[in-house]
């Protein structure tokens, strides 16, 4: 009971992860290109999840909601991109911060305008409800794994694409040393926009695959973006490979920590003192992981080398 | 960090500038009669309350994001710290502020000094994420702590006694009190940033290896500093408490700890008032902007003019934004070029 209970909620972990990881990785590079930080990361994934409810309820299908979302999410990018970061490139992160900052509470109550407060919900596409047995008398609903296999497969086009691929090389370069790159000769305005419009699709990708399992609400995007950061903060900013293992880390660490604290507590503990404490300790898991290796690694797991 | 270091030195600042803290004190203390011939002097008074003690929050963190540039985004753990104190105990049957005040001070000392120690290990953009996440533990765990109301918060049964009487209950002795700490806070770090230590701070902060090369070690003087305004942070908290009687996680989301910083870079940094300032003005838009909204979009239908009220925070945000884009060194920035050009 135990080993199946653990890995359904590994599979849940690795789940969280990849999610963390859509949105992590556009975070890091605009972090590790740009040196630039953007609190408004967050809100790019809660515009991806509305898009898609928007244009699945205008549709009816999933699928044209997810093919039209993401083009928007990546104009939505570009415009903020344009409008208001553009301006504090060569700001303090303090400016960053604040100004971003700005920009949250905008949008959050620009959704709350645009579509009220109340949360909205988008159905599972057809195609994907329902579970599979994955075990003997193991029920596990596709959704679920059909989000673990497009983490994996984009986890997997972004690892060419930054490896082996011309803009990919650019794009190292840029976070190793951009004002190196600009004397080279490189359009670093224009690679920056890149990067940052492509950061932004990834993380609106990830809220429109999550909008089916979560309710779409204004400010859904504040929490997981402090989980996005304590991910590249792990991971070493600019990599990566870091944001990868780290997200991945980090979603395992949260949900098996979440079921699982209470039951470890209780061969110390007693069983109610143990349940309230593991309560109490599962939600800090992460924050106490995230400070231990930034003791022991001040620069995270994977630092770039400058 | 080039805008931290040139906001302020020390030699120029006019005489006109002195003026301002006078000023801004005077005004807190007038107040209160003002308030009286208002009409409305519950709301008045509560309203400045909330601004004094969100000055003292907001001049703790100026003094290490100021005088420092150490950029901390867990500061709202300590106003939590503090009002946990002040609302655990109470729930104890301790309800005097001489027993709840110190603890919430040595709690917060306790946290600032490790949290702080491995904080300032890390440099930069490192050092803002790690005290947001040490922010978000002391979050989570209050949201945990089901005995003291876990998401929901707890209600105080009354504010602190003061050695065995129930003074704080009258809003206009409450008032004074949190215009002493004040004033009482105002006057430490002043006198902290004049001393040798604040001058070491300030030699940190410009570099940090030269003055290793001169033989500091940064690391105790930015850690000392970080304590102090934990601490300091800590009491506004203890007051926040006993103001709302009322405490919730809600004290020390990582939003609330963004409001912290705008207030100081609003109000300019690195001058104190200039952070009291901040607070004031933050405060004061979040309360009637809303009514701002509704009184100048007259020509437009009534209609639209209470939507527009009703999102006044889509107003706030782009606002905020071009505070930051275009008013350099906040308020006391406007003032201080108002003054020399």
């Not at chain 1, 973006?225 to 660490?253: C, D, E, P, T």
Request: aromatic share 12%; hydrophobic share 60%; net charge neutral.
């Amino acid at each position: 009971m135990t080993a199946t209970l653990f890995f359904v909620q590994a599979l849940n972990g690795l789940q969280f992860g990849l999610i963390l990881f859509l949105i992590a990785a556009g975070l890091t590079l605009v972090f590790g290109v740009m040196d630039f930080i953007n609190l408004a990361h967050g809100v790019q994934y809660m515009v991806g999840a509305y898009l898609v409810a928007a244009f699945s309820a205008w549709t009816g299908s999933f699928g044209w909601a997810l093919l039209l979302a993401l083009p928007t999410a990546l104009a939505f990018g570009l415009l903020l991109e344009a409008l208001v970061f553009r301006h504090l490139y060569d700001r303090d992160h303090l400016d960053q911060v604040l100004a971003t900052f700005g920009v949250i509470l905008f949008l959050n109550q620009g959704v709350k305008f645009v579509w009220g407060a109340a949360p909205l919900s988008v159905p599972v596409p057809e195609i994907l409800s329902g579970s599979v047995e994955i075990a003997n008398g193991l029920l596990y609903p596709v959704y679920r794994l059909a989000i673990i296999a497009a983490g994996l497969v984009i986890a997997a086009l972004l690892y060419v694409l930054v490896n082996h691929t011309r803009v990919g090389m650019l794009v190292r370069a840029g976070a190793s040393n951009a004002a190196m790159v600009s004397a080279l000769g490189v359009n670093i305005q224009r690679l920056f926009m890149v990067v940052f419009g492509f950061g932004a699709m990834l993380a609106g990708f990830a809220g429109a695959m999550v909008a089916p399992i979560l309710s779409v609400e204004p400010g859904m995007g504040d929490n997981i973006l402090i989980l996005a950061f304590v991910v590249i903060v792990i991971g070493g900013i600019g990599s990566i490979r870091g944001a990868f293992l780290a997200a991945l880390l980090i979603g395992l660490v949260d949900t098996v920590g979440r079921s699982f604290a209470p039951n470890l507590l209780r061969l110390v503990l007693d069983p109610a003192a143990a349940s309230q404490t593991g309560r109490a300790i599962a939600p800090m898991l992460i924050y106490v992981f995230m400070a231990a290796v930034l003791f022991f690694r001040p620069s995270g797991l994977f630092p770039v080398k400058r | 960090m080039t805008e931290i270091a040139e906001t302020h030195s020390a030699p120029s600042l006019g005489a006109r500038l002195e003026i301002i803290p006078v000023v801004l004190f005077a005004a807190f203390a007038a107040a209160p009669l003002l308030a009286t011939f208002s009409g409305a002097e519950g709301y008045v008074l509560s309203l400045l309350t909330r601004v004094m003690i969100f000055g003292v929050a907001a001049m703790a963190l100026d003094l290490i994001l100021g005088y420092g540039a150490l950029v901390s985004f867990g500061h709202a753990a300590f106003l939590g710290l503090g009002g946990y104190a002040v609302g655990i105990l109470a729930s104890h049957g301790f309800e005097d502020a001489l027993i709840q005040v110190p603890v919430a001070l040595v709690a917060s000392a306790a946290f600032a000094l490790v949290t702080g120690a491995i904080s300032l290990r890390t440099k930069g953009v490192y050092f803002i994420m790690i005290t947001l996440a040490f922010g978000q533990m002391v979050y989570f765990l209050a949201t945990s702590l089901a005995p003291y109301g876990g998401d929901d918060g707890m209600t105080l049964a009354s504010r602190s006694l003061i050695a065995g009487s129930g003074w704080l209950e009258n809003d206009f002795t409450f008032y004074w009190v949190c215009l002493l700490c004040l004033f009482a806070a105002y006057a430490l770090s002043r006198s902290i940033v004049a001393s040798r230590f604040g001058r070491v701070l300030r030699g940190t902060r410009e570099n940090a290896v030269r003055m290793e090369a001169i033989g500091f070690r940064p690391f105790r003087f930015q850690l000392a500093a970080y304590v102090i305004s934990g601490m300091m942070a800590g009491l506004a908290g203890c007051l926040l408490a006993n103001q709302a009687e009322f405490v919730s996680p809600a004290f020390m989301t990582w939003q609330r700890s963004g409001e912290l910083i705008f207030m100081v870079v609003l109000g300019g940094l690195g001058s104190l008032h200039g952070a009291i300032i901040g607070a004031a003005a933050f405060l004061l838009l979040e309360e009637f902007l809303p009514e701002i909204l509704h009184t100048v979009s007259f020509f437009l239908s009534e209609e639209t003019r209470s939507h527009l009220a009703e999102n006044w925070k889509m107003v706030f945000g782009p606002l905020l934004i071009l505070i930051v884009l275009f008013v350099r060194g906040g308020i006391m920035g406007l003032l201080r070029r108002s003054h020399y050009g």
